[in-house]
């Protein structure tokens, strides 16, 4: 009987691992594959010239100064909200954090539609910004703004459960003692909050290095001007380039691996030392 | 827990500064012109533009292939979470890691890379053709783009509640000589429920506003495999934006049912929690 039960038991583990591997090998490892062997069908060297052409080059720059400019405006804004909601207690702190979380329910179309109701020829804002030269929509400046948007909680998020979970005690006998704002962050809060500031950091990079819709939204599609490379590989695909489009896409699968990488190291670390 | 007296911690001035500026700035304000934009559309126009037949067969295609996703998630994101927690197997840690892909790949990529592995030139829809089944260019595409997307949410939900469970419960039943199935229908999954709720509420969700990996697979014909954000961004590029925001806001409504129905459950469940332990 026992044996009969841990017989029946194994064979359920090994059919579910048999699922569970059949389905990732599927939906996760074979369009991997595809992006690869489909990238290098022509040969290295035609590979080579696809990663190197001028419009790939230009869209990498734009992808990586987005990428930049999201990761570093949502670390300063995590660490101030994380900071904000958990180390102080005031009213409408539950509508706060719910309006924080905004961006990541709200589908990528809608978010490049507010900004170009908000900044587009049909906004009041219009006359004043050509006035003083700015362009938002159709240009750079909407590109950043979008890929801002759709990763604005990305760090805070992180960041809020830890500092809730480590309390203020530590913080406050440092106040009391006298230490600068500054130094008690820097001394005693930063080493716990330490790997899942990194962990936010790497989900926000890598989340905006891909964005796609909002982006879409506000590009206008200049080619060299206003592509991203998840735009490139849609341009290229569009125009049956085929081989191309996954020699683009390719440089986006290395990068995201690597990420995984780096997130699958730092969830380790931190794991470890708590 | 709630504090009296002195606040000794500094900084609160600062930092709620910056947060309700910079909320403001990149989410806030944003989101209210799309509240001023429709108030300057009328009523009447409104519903004219969300009843057409286009935009209604949109809704009924994105409703139906985000919820068919997220019900296979639920079941396969259950699966999956169980292996990963439950059972020691070698690549196990290659397994936890791959998971997160569809988080970081680019959803155009993972697009492109589906549509040419379910086309009928492709490994898996040369496989099915032969039966007849198209998978690429049709709703049954759109659903596997889904179920891509939407994966990482389940699993990542209900890892950390399996993680935590508390295994006297289960060998209690055992002892008295519940049968393994009846232990997992009785007492483990009655805990796992919320956090399947939640991880699927959140992956239908974000299914629903999927556009980057759906836009490549569909084929985007009118009336059988457009999906809503699809019809928005083809107003975009006639300038219509009136007819673009009367369909957002609908969107948006579904979206925060959607974020206020998850909430809920958490709320519910973190209190039946606390309510237990004291």
Redesign the interface.
């Known amino acids: 009987m026992e044996a009969e039960?841990k017989e029946?038991?194994q064979l359920?583990?090994w059919l579910?691992?048999g699922?569970?591997?059949l389905?990732?090998v599927?939906?996760?490892?074979?369009?991997?594959f595809?992006?690869v062997t489909?990238a290098l069908r022509k040969g290295w060297e035609f590979y080579v010239s696809a990663i190197t052409d001028e419009y790939t080059i230009k869209a990498l720059i734009l992808t990586i100064e987005a990428t930049v400019a999201a990761v570093i405006?949502n670390t300063?804004?995590g660490?101030?909200?994380a900071?904000?909601?958990t180390?102080?207690?005031?009213r409408g702190k539950k509508i706060?954090t719910?309006?924080?979380?905004?961006?990541v329910?709200?589908?990528?179309?809608?978010a490049?539609?507010?900004?170009?109701?908000?900044f587009?020829k049909?906004?009041f804002l219009y006359p004043y910004l050509q006035q003083a030269g700015i362009k938002i929509v159709f240009a750079v400046p909407g590109i950043i703004?979008a890929t801002?948007?759709v990763t604005?909680p990305f760090v805070s998020r992180e960041l809020i459960p830890v500092l809730e979970s480590i309390g203020?005690d530590e913080?406050?006998a440092a106040?009391?003692m006298g230490a600068?704002?500054l130094t008690?962050?820097r001394k005693i809060t930063f080493p716990h909050i330490k790997w899942a500031f990194l962990y936010g950091i790497v989900?926000c990079t890598?989340?905006a290095?891909?964005?796609?819709?909002a982006v879409?939204?506000l590009s206008g599609h200049l080619r060299g001007v206003t592509n991203t490379?998840?735009?490139h590989?849609?341009i290229l695909?569009n125009e049956f380039q085929?081989v191309p489009?996954?020699a683009v896409?390719s440089i986006?699968?290395i990068l995201?691996?690597i990420?995984?990488?780096i997130?699958?190291i730092v969830e380790y670390r931190g794991k470890k030392e708590t | 827990m709630?504090?009296t007296g002195k606040?000794?911690?500094?900084?609160?001035n600062?930092?709620?500064g910056?947060?309700i500026a910079?909320?403001s700035i990149?989410?806030?304000?944003?989101?209210a012109?799309?509240a001023v934009?429709s108030s300057s559309l009328g009523m009447k126009e409104f519903f004219q533009v969300i009843t057409r037949e286009r935009v209604l067969s949109s809704f009924y295609v994105s409703f139906i292939t985000a919820f068919v996703a997220s019900a296979v998630n639920a079941v396969?994101g259950l699966?999956?979470a169980?292996?990963l927690v439950r059972?020691d197997?070698p690549g196990k840690?290659l397994?936890?890691?791959?998971?997160?892909?569809?988080?970081?790949?680019?959803?155009?990529?993972?697009g492109?890379?589906?549509t040419?592995?379910t086309s009928d030139q492709?490994?898996?829809g040369k496989f099915f053709a032969q039966f007849g089944i198209k998978i690429a260019y049709t709703r049954i595409g759109i659903t596997?783009a889904l179920?891509?997307i939407g994966?990482p949410f389940v699993v990542r939900a209900v890892q950390p509640v399996l993680e935590k469970l508390d295994g006297s419960y289960e060998e209690a039943a055992m002892v008295l000589g519940a049968k393994?199935a009846v232990i997992f229908r009785k007492v483990i999954f009655p805990e796992l429920m919320p956090a399947l709720f939640t991880g699927t509420g959140l992956a239908f969700?974000r299914c629903?506003?999927?556009?980057?990996s759906v836009?490549?697979i569909a084929g985007n014909k009118p009336y059988y495999t457009e999906i809503t954000?699809l019809i928005?961004?083809s107003e975009?590029q006639e300038y219509d934006?009136a007819s673009?925001?009367s369909i957002?806001l609908v969107?948006?409504f579904v979206?925060?049912l959607?974020?206020f129905g998850v909430?809920a459950i958490q709320a519910h469940n973190s209190k039946r929690i606390k309510g237990g332990n004291s």
């Open positions: 039960k029946q038991s359920v583990k579910l691992i699922i569970s591997v389905f990732l599927i939906m996760l490892v074979l369009p991997l595809v992006v489909e405006c300063i804004f660490l101030c909200a900071w904000a909601l180390r102080f207690h005031f706060l719910t309006l924080i979380d905004i961006p329910t709200v589908s990528p179309i809608i490049g539609l507010i900004y170009i109701l908000v587009g049909q906004s703004l801002i948007f604005f203020t913080e406050e106040a009391l600068k704002g008690i962050f989900l890598a989340r290095m891909g964005e796609f819709g879409s939204v490379l998840p735009l590989v849609e695909f085929y489009a996954f896409s986006l699968v995201a691996v990420l995984l990488v997130r699958s | 709630k504090k606040r000794v911690i500094p900084g609160l600062l930092t709620m910056v947060t910079m909320l990149v989410v806030l304000i944003p989101l012109s799309l934009y396969m699966i999956l169980w292996v059972y197997f840690r397994m936890d890691g791959m998971i997160e892909l569809p988080f970081a790949l680019p959803t155009a990529v993972a492109i890379a589906l040419s592995l492709g490994l898996v596997i179920v891509f994966i393994p969700g629903l506003g999927e556009y980057g836009v490549f954000p928005i961004m975009l934006y673009a925001t957002a969107m948006l979206s925060f959607i974020l909430n």
